[in-house]
């Protein structure tokens, strides 16, 4: 079985101004976190001062409009584009400021500045979002996307895996209220991955698709029926928690399985039921966005994160997975557009936002992580990992690693028991 996974503060402002000279021009990123407040802002604030240092002749500066109701868009949706309307305006009267936007996440407040980004024609860089509409370049035509995912992207990485394992058909499990709990948005993301799955996978293979209520006992049963009939390879799309209550409910029908679960995002919860769901994963392969390999460079570039965090915040707490990776993208989101400039050796490119996006693509970038590679269309392709529980350590490791739908890089020598032919192959 295999799962897809689909995934603050109050409002504030913080700004960082580089110690340049009052006649320089000033670029000002302004910036909307959604995620992860105490780990993404401090990672600006680290790439604004390294743009700074990069580009000797440009004043770099910043502010930050917070989520107020993470992980909820609802709120944020509605503060979003007076708030960077009310920015537009005011620099309009300083013509030697360049504004830049940067989005962080919630892809409909994202498409929302994203169409005024159009109409201005200012760059907007977006860090993250899942939204598939965002990689529309007639749309956007100034977007750059260094989002770490996409809907389709994860049904590319699949495809690897049925070609590997000779596998041709497939049921599709999607429960599309899987995300209600962050707004009504997420539950069209969840339809759109799901319809995204059906059509890149129909055209080579046998696939039956259906919608459930994992929350539903009954519904929930009805949809394992229907798909174990079906076939033995069973995607299941959904959000972790129901993903963990669903395996459970498939291994061992005669438990009464609570509703709702709170802890990691995998199988270990703490309570009665870890060793039954310990078991029931084994038959599970995880498709999920990869972190980054560890580097000296990046372990410096977490350290300076921590710094500023407790510069900003006062306080300091660790990064946490996911805060990585969304911090991560958005400093590059910020780096690539510093080592831009510095190539152009102008800042006049900002006031076309269409043509310093087209600058970025197909290209590579230096960043924390590594290398940024752009696309033709200049959005960058992630790496993601297949992950499952290993017999030698009875833990979750790394299976298998694709950067997006280019590839398969080489794997883990580990022996997982979902890869064996006696299990129900489930793919989450």
Same mark, same amino acid.
């Given at each position: 079985? *295999?799962?897809?996974?689909?995934?603050?503060?109050?409002?504030?402002?913080? /700004? @960082? +101004?580089?110690?340049?000279? &009052?006649?320089? #021009?000033?670029?000002?990123?302004?910036?909307?976190?959604?995620?992860?407040?105490?780990?993404?802002?401090?990672?600006?604030?680290?790439? *604004?001062?390294?743009?700074?240092?990069?580009?000797?002749?440009?004043?770099? /500066? @910043? +502010?930050?409009?917070?989520? &107020?109701?993470? #992980?909820?868009?609802?709120?944020?949706?509605?503060?979003?584009?007076?708030?960077?309307?009310?920015?537009?305006?005011?620099?309009?009267?300083?013509?030697?400021?360049?504004?830049?936007?940067?989005?962080?996440?919630?892809?409909?407040?994202?498409?929302?500045?994203?169409?005024?980004?159009?109409?201005?024609?200012?760059?907007?860089?977006?860090?993250?979002?899942?939204?598939?509409?965002?990689?529309?370049?007639?749309?956007?035509?100034?977007?750059?996307?260094?989002?770490?995912?996409?809907?389709?992207?994860?049904?590319?990485?699949?495809?690897?895996?049925?070609?590997?394992?000779?596998?041709?058909?497939?049921?599709?499990?999607?429960?599309?209220?899987?995300?209600?709990?962050?707004?009504?948005?997420?539950?069209?993301?969840?339809?759109?991955?799901?319809?995204?799955?059906?059509?890149?996978?129909?055209?080579?293979?046998?696939?039956?698709?259906?919608?459930?209520?994992?929350?539903?006992?009954?519904?929930?049963?009805?949809?394992?029926?229907?798909?174990?009939?079906?076939?033995?390879?069973?995607?299941?799309?959904?959000?972790?928690?129901?993903?963990?209550?669903?395996?459970?409910?498939?291994?061992?029908?005669?438990?009464?399985?609570?509703?709702?679960?709170?802890?990691?995002?995998?199988?270990?919860?703490?309570?009665?039921?870890?060793?039954?769901?310990?078991?029931?994963?084994?038959?599970?392969?995880?498709?999920?966005?990869?972190?980054?390999?560890?580097?000296?460079?990046?372990?410096?570039?977490?350290?300076?994160?921590?710094?500023?965090?407790?510069?900003?915040?006062?306080?300091?707490?660790?990064?946490?997975?996911?805060?990585?990776?969304?911090?991560?993208?958005?400093?590059?989101?910020?780096?690539?557009?510093?080592?831009?400039?510095?190539?152009?050796?102008?800042?006049?490119?900002?006031?076309?936002?269409?043509?310093?996006?087209?600058?970025?693509?197909?290209?590579?970038?230096?960043?924390?992580?590594?290398?940024?590679?752009?696309?033709?269309?200049?959005?960058?392709?992630?790496?993601?990992?297949?992950?499952?529980?290993?017999?030698?350590?009875?833990?979750?490791?790394?299976?298998?690693?694709?950067?997006?739908?280019?590839?398969?890089?080489?794997?883990?020598?580990?022996?997982?028991?979902?890869?064996?032919?006696?299990?129900?192959?489930?793919?989450?």
């Amino acid at each position: 079985m *295999i799962a897809s996974l689909g995934h603050a503060d109050q409002l504030s402002n913080h /700004t @960082y +101004s580089g110690f340049k000279t &009052p006649s320089s #021009p000033r670029v000002h990123f302004v910036a909307f976190v959604a995620y992860y407040g105490p780990f993404v802002i401090p990672a600006i604030h680290v790439a *604004i001062k390294g743009a700074s240092r990069g580009n000797a002749n440009v004043t770099f /500066t @910043y +502010s930050t409009l917070s989520n &107020p109701g993470d #992980p909820s868009c609802d709120q944020f949706n509605g503060l979003v584009t007076n708030y960077l309307a009310n920015y537009y305006y005011k620099l309009q009267e300083q013509p030697d400021v360049y504004l830049i936007v940067l989005a962080t996440g919630c892809s409909t407040a994202t498409a929302g500045i994203a169409d005024l980004a159009r109409e201005w024609d200012i760059p907007i860089v977006v860090s993250a979002g899942t939204g598939n509409e965002l990689r529309d370049k007639r749309r956007y035509p100034s977007l750059v996307g260094f989002m770490p995912a996409d809907y389709g992207a994860y049904s590319h990485v699949f495809r690897h895996l049925m070609d590997w394992y000779k596998w041709r058909t497939v049921s599709i499990i999607c429960d599309p209220m899987a995300s209600e709990m962050a707004g009504s948005y997420y539950a069209n993301e969840y339809r759109g991955m799901c319809d995204s799955w059906a059509r890149i996978l129909s055209p080579k293979y046998t696939v039956f698709a259906l919608t459930a209520n994992l929350t539903s006992s009954a519904s929930r049963k009805n949809a394992l029926i229907q798909a174990r009939a079906q076939c033995r390879v069973i995607v299941i799309i959904t959000h972790m928690d129901r993903l963990r209550q669903t395996m459970v409910y498939m291994s061992f029908c005669t438990y009464n399985v609570p509703d709702s679960f709170q802890g990691t995002p995998h199988w270990k919860r703490n309570d009665i039921l870890d060793t039954e769901a310990g078991l029931a994963f084994e038959s599970l392969l995880i498709i999920t966005l990869a972190h980054p390999p560890v580097s000296v460079g990046l372990q410096s570039y977490y350290e300076a994160v921590l710094n500023a965090s407790r510069e900003l915040f006062n306080k300091s707490q660790p990064i946490t997975d996911n805060g990585k990776i969304f911090g991560i993208s958005a400093h590059t989101a910020v780096h690539v557009t510093a080592q831009v400039l510095a190539e152009k050796q102008e800042v006049d490119i900002l006031r076309d936002g269409s043509s310093f996006a087209k600058s970025t693509r197909n290209r590579a970038f230096p960043s924390v992580d590594g290398q940024c590679k752009l696309n033709a269309k200049g959005d960058r392709d992630s790496l993601y990992a297949v992950i499952g529980i290993t017999h030698e350590t009875g833990q979750i490791e790394v299976a298998d690693c694709f950067v997006n739908f280019i590839g398969k890089m080489p794997r883990s020598s580990r022996s997982y028991p979902a890869f064996q032919t006696n299990y129900h192959n489930t793919v989450s």
